[in-house]
């Protein structure tokens, strides 16, 4: 997911840099890409909100488990480990370690964009 938005987002980016030459049109042109993409995500999160309990909640739930896994594995799995051979080390393909960096990098990119949309707008 976050890679198709850095993509659309440069691809916009390239486009805005080479319609305008003016700064300030280029500014205004990558802030609109930005609110404009934004907006997308706003949609589908509202429909997924406008859900049932399960529709809204998949996100989180999701991402306590990679938590707990994570958790298990490198805080206690080393302790159980000291006292019991047979202690549980779950694995974690690379693939549910990339979707939680996807996660957490974008609530991360998520909050400073909301902090950054709400300093342009009240300039």
């Given amino acids: 997911?976050?890679?198709g938005i850095d993509s659309v987002?440069?691809?916009g980016s390239t486009i805005i840099d080479?319609?305008?030459p003016d700064a300030g049109e280029k500014e205004r042109g990558k802030m609109q890409l930005?609110?404009?993409e934004l907006a997308g995500q706003i949609t589908v999160l509202t429909t997924e909100m406008s859900g049932?309990?399960?529709q809204r909640s998949w996100r989180?739930?999701?991402m306590l488990v990679i938590v707990t896994i994570v958790a298990n594995n490198y805080l206690i799995y080393p302790y159980l480990s000291l006292f019991w051979d047979e202690a549980p080390k779950l694995t974690l393909p690379p693939e549910l370690w990339q979707l939680m960096k996807i996660g957490v990098g974008g609530y991360v990119i998520g909050r400073s964009t909301e902090?950054?949309?709400n300093v342009w707008r009240n300039k």
């Fill in 1 to 3: 997911m976050a890679f």
């Fill in 9 to 11: 987002l440069n691809i």
């Fill in 18 to 20: 080479k319609i305008w």
């Fill in 34 to 36: 930005i609110l404009s």
């Fill in 52 to 54: 049932n309990w399960l």
């Fill in 60 to 62: 989180p739930i999701l």
């Fill in 115 to 117: 902090k950054a949309v």
